[in-house]
């Protein structure tokens, strides 16, 4: 991304005043209750540390959210927990206000219809009232601002009846329930989906009768198994209200032989803004947790380790205080943020020093583990848009070299710039003599950062359509900055989302599978398992 515009002065509040169409609205129905405070809030930009998001729905009406300066459209999307239909929004504007914006619902958070668009509004307080939304995310887009800044919010108030209000019934047992696959470490399973008189919000996954795992989705893999052992499965629903559903009939998987090569990795990519674990809105404190908690063999972190213009004094005061416990296992590559510094690159080579940075002399370089080969580029120094470098060929001559002498069955490669994606920069050209080369020498695994989100896609040969036998991206940009809007999904997504965590990575000797691990530590994507292609 570029580089982050000016701070903001700060702008004097003006006395509140009723605002749509001059006259006090009416209160929602007496059924209604205030569903957004305290709960957890996004935003598209920030000015600066001191008005992030969550100033937004904090109950106080001193401290507001603010948006980057002199830019349309900007939104701040709020997640009510559960669904629930919407009948009030009420917001009070600090002076920079929007003259137009859009008040939208969601039952996903990257889906979001329309409630209610606003045209040449005069800012103070604006209590809409009359809303036939229902959804679990509510999101304010600002697409004019009526001031030369940005956008300004004291709060943000919605009001509504959630979804589970009085529900006492329990989701139906989950049927169907299935191994898909298996290997050295690992089960994959699948079942048919619950149903609920609200809704079903996810599954608890049992191994041998203990719950090992929640997930949102209607299948799971199981990682970290020992080789030639049987485990019984079994699987429970969860609604709204938190009510579980009896177990399933449990099914027994074995696990196959080998695989001693077996090991985890994490990897994401996009990580340490300039804030501390003091705000609760700092995210990378919260991933370096889920690190932790994945407890991985070697940490792969997939560019801009640190923002904005990545110094070395950042590095010292954000990302080695969280991710930087885990710096002796990492294998990093540098993104463009790195080349904001100068001389470029500086921060991330005196953070991470030679051995680390450039283990073979340069910022791209190849290791193995097991028999896996992983090959980390430096697409910055590849890139030509963005004045980033000028077109470079000795970088691909290494990668063709590199690929030609491997021996191991196995291999990964990563960089920062994705040739696919469904993000705010979409789609990148200039990674394109990179995926091909990957894709014709048969590498099994890609991964990415710069947009800041999840995606995986399904197998693709070079020209980006679906293909079993072609190879796997994974874009994983959701480390801990801020996130950006999607575009409508590539026909080779398997799963987008607008959200943060890790990429948990279980290899063996011969396959391999992913699971996307939220800030709850919480599975909400899973991998099947793929089974390395023969090279050559």
């Not at 209604?32 to 729905?57: F, H, M």
């Not at 999307?77 to 239909?85: E, P, S, T």
């Not at 668009?117 to 209590?127: E, F, H, K, R, Y």
Request: with cysteine; charged share 20%.
């Amino acid at each position: 991304m570029s580089k982050r515009l000016r701070r903001l002065s700060t702008l004097i509040p003006v006395v509140l005043v009723a605002a749509l169409g001059g006259s006090a609205a009416l209160a929602g129905t007496t059924e209604d209750s205030l569903l957004s405070q305290g709960k957890p809030v996004l935003s598209s930009s920030i000015e600066d540390n001191t008005t992030t998001a969550d100033k937004a729905v904090d109950g106080n009406a001193a401290t507001r959210w603010a948006s980057m300066e002199g830019h349309d459209p900007e939104w701040i999307r709020v997640d009510l927990g559960q669904a629930a239909d919407v009948h009030r929004v009420k917001l009070t504007w600090e002076a920079a206000y929007a003259k137009d914006y859009r008040i939208e619902v969601s039952n996903d958070g990257t889906t979001f219809s329309t409630a209610k668009s606003l045209t040449n509004q005069n800012g103070a307080t604006d209590d809409i009232t009359g809303l036939t939304g229902h959804g679990r995310y509510v999101r304010v887009v600002g697409t004019k601002r009526a001031t030369a800044y940005g956008y300004s919010l004291f709060e943000l108030e919605v009001y509504g009846v959630g979804d589970s209000t009085g529900d006492t019934q329990a989701p139906t047992v989950p049927a169907g329930l299935q191994s898909t696959g298996t290997s050295a470490s690992s089960v994959s399973l699948s079942w048919t989906a619950s149903t609920d008189n609200v809704a079903v919000t996810g599954y608890d996954v049992l191994r041998n009768g203990v719950a090992v795992a929640t997930t949102t989705t209607t299948s799971y893999t199981d990682t970290g198994l020992a080789a030639d052992t049987s485990y019984s499965y079994s699987v429970k629903a969860r609604d709204l209200a938190g009510n579980v559903s009896a177990a399933s009939t449990a099914i027994t998987a074995k696990t196959g032989t080998g695989g001693t090569g077996g090991f985890v990795l994490a990897a994401a990519g996009d990580i340490a803004e300039q804030c501390t674990s003091s705000s609760s809105t700092c995210i990378h404190p919260k991933t370096a947790k889920v690190v932790d908690f994945i407890k991985p063999d070697n940490v792969i972190t997939m560019g801009d380790s640190q923002y904005d213009d990545a110094h070395l004094s950042d590095y010292n005061s954000y990302y080695s205080k969280t991710w930087g416990k885990f710096k002796s296992i990492t294998k990093p590559v540098p993104g463009n943020h790195d080349t904001y510094d100068s001389p470029k690159y500086n921060g991330y080579d005196k953070y991470f020093g030679t051995a680390i940075a450039k283990p073979q002399g340069k910022r791209y370089y190849s290791w193995d583990k097991g028999n896996w080969h992983f090959i980390a580029l430096d697409s910055s120094d590849y890139m030509t848009h963005d004045t980033l470098a000028t077109p470079r060929d000795d970088q691909l001559a290494w990668l063709r070299a590199d690929l030609a002498k491997n021996t191991k069955g196995c291999v990964a490669a990563y960089f920062h710039h994705p040739r696919w994606s469904s993000g705010d920069h979409g789609d990148n050209d200039d990674s394109e003599q990179f995926w091909r080369t990957l894709t014709g020498a048969k590498v099994d695994l890609v991964l990415n950062g710069h947009d800041h989100h999840y995606e995986r896609f399904v197998p693709m040969n070079g020209d980006g359509n679906a293909d079993p036998k072609g190879t796997v991206e994974l874009l994983g940009g959701m480390g801990g900055a801020h996130p950006y809007d999607l575009s409508p999904a590539h026909p080779t997504t398997a799963k987008l989302l607008s959200t943060y965590g890790v990429i948990k990575l279980t290899m063996t000797d011969n396959s391999w599978t992913s699971q996307l691990i939220g800030l709850n530590n919480q599975v909400e994507d899973s991998s099947p398992t793929y089974t390395c292609r023969a090279k050559g």
